[in-house]
């Protein structure tokens, strides 16, 4: 099993700004997945890339893969008050291997 | 859209009580998955089961901690005796296939005091 890594560990910006997050992993991935969690709740599945895939779009989220850096971002166009959450990366080697959750990085979006 | 349910919703306890945790993942899904969170970490595994049978417990502290899903649909988290270090939130979360999108409950709040 390994950790995806967020960086930066938090950042602030203001509502309409954009916000980008990166994440790292160390070996080889099935698929790489994306999390929000809002203060004291669960945790919400934003996306979903596969190791054969470079880029994916749902909504105002990117997302983009770089298999050869072992990299991924997540970037929030046009960021909105209700975007403040922590978000996680998860990378899955696939099989039967855990999903291990990193710390996560706290996103604050100001009004 | 399909949730998955957990209850209850906040603990408080006192340390050396039992304590118990419910969760019915969403109808169909295979895997599901205990996780604990402190305040200010991500989860943490403590167990994932795959239909009735563990697959991974090797960060459950087996001393205290034991889960179950007996006819491989809800489970029950069981913390005895419980100490103040437990104080955390309990993540049920399941998915349809392991390593595939996984679905999380509310989550359920444990304060020992």
């Known amino acids: 099993s390994q950790q995806g890594e967020e960086d930066p560990q938090a950042l602030s910006i203001q509502e309409g700004e954009n916000a980008t997050m990166n994440c790292s992993y160390k070996t080889s991935i099935n698929n790489l997945q994306w999390y929000r969690q809002n203060s004291g709740r669960g945790l919400v599945h934003l996306i979903l890339?596969?190791?054969?895939?470079r880029e994916k779009h749902s909504g105002r989220l990117r997302v983009t893969l770089d298999t050869s850096k072992k990299s991924s971002s997540l970037l929030i166009t046009a960021s909105r008050a209700a975007d403040t959450a922590s978000y996680f990366c998860?990378?899955?080697?696939?099989?039967?291997?855990?999903?291990?959750f990193g710390k996560g990085m706290k996103l604050t979006v100001n009004p | 859209e399909a949730e998955v349910a957990q209850s209850p919703r906040y603990k408080i306890t006192e340390k050396s009580q039992a304590v118990a945790f419910w969760c019915d993942p969403i109808?169909?899904?295979?895997?599901l998955y205990w996780y604990r969170q402190i305040l200010g970490q991500g989860p943490e595994l403590l167990v994932q089961?795959?239909?009735?049978?563990?697959?991974?417990d090797s960060q459950l502290p087996k001393d205290r901690f034991s889960a179950e899903r007996l006819k491989g649909v809800d489970s029950t988290l069981k913390i005895q005796p419980a100490e103040l270090g437990d104080s955390a939130m309990y993540l049920c979360?399941?998915?349809?296939?392991?390593?595939?999108?996984?679905?999380f409950g509310e989550g359920s709040w444990l304060t020992v005091v």
């Open positions: 979360a399941s998915s349809l296939i392991s390593g595939n999108t996984i679905y």
């Open positions: 089961f795959q239909d009735e049978s563990v697959v991974d």
């Open positions: 890339i596969r190791s054969n895939e």
């Open positions: 998860v990378a899955n080697q696939g099989g039967s291997e855990k999903l291990v």
């Open positions: 109808s169909g899904h295979a895997t």
